[in-house]
Nanobody, 127 residues
Framework: QVRLVESGGGSVQAGGSLTLTCVVS????????MAWFRQPPGKEREGVAA????????YYNNPVRGRATIYQDSTKNTLSLRINNLTPEDTAIYYC????????????????????WGQGTQVTVSS
């Protein structure tokens, strides 16, 4: 059974940083795209960043480009996202997701293309 479990969310002041972590279990495919999505209050879910599990290719959506880093540990079972210089616009529920196949730009972005999802972790940024 595939499980993705996020942690690391919380409340932070604008200008601060957070690192979110997703522990992946039951999913051993290396030819896979691992991603972080977020859903702000009242808005659609949007892609934040993605990484090809078997390689080092990374992809970022414009709102976080230059402020975020997606990375994974050597076992490929822990996916992390660090966002610096947070703003209230970063307030959202953050989800990690996985799908079979390579990552590409912009093909990594559609949430509907991902088969596996975590339960989400809330990030609230106050001004």
């Amino acid at each position: 059974q595939v499980r993705l479990v996020e942690s690391g969310g919380g409340s932070v002041q604008a200008g601060g940083s957070l690192t979110l972590t997703c522990v992946v279990s039951g999913y051993t495919r290396l030819n896979a795209c691992m991603a972080w999505f977020r859903q702000p209050p009242g808005k659609e879910r949007e892609g934040v960043a993605a990484i090809w599990r078997s390689a080092t290719g990374t992809y970022y959506n414009n709102p976080v480009r230059g402020r975020a880093t997606i990375y994974q540990d050597s076992t490929k079972n822990t996916l992390s996202l660090r966002i610096n210089n947070l703003t209230p616009e970063d307030t959202a529920i953050y989800y990690c997701a996985a799908r079979d196949g390579v990552c590409g730009d912009p093909t990594w972005k559609p949430a509907s293309s991902y088969s596996y999802w975590g339960q989400g972790t809330q990030v609230t940024v106050s001004s």
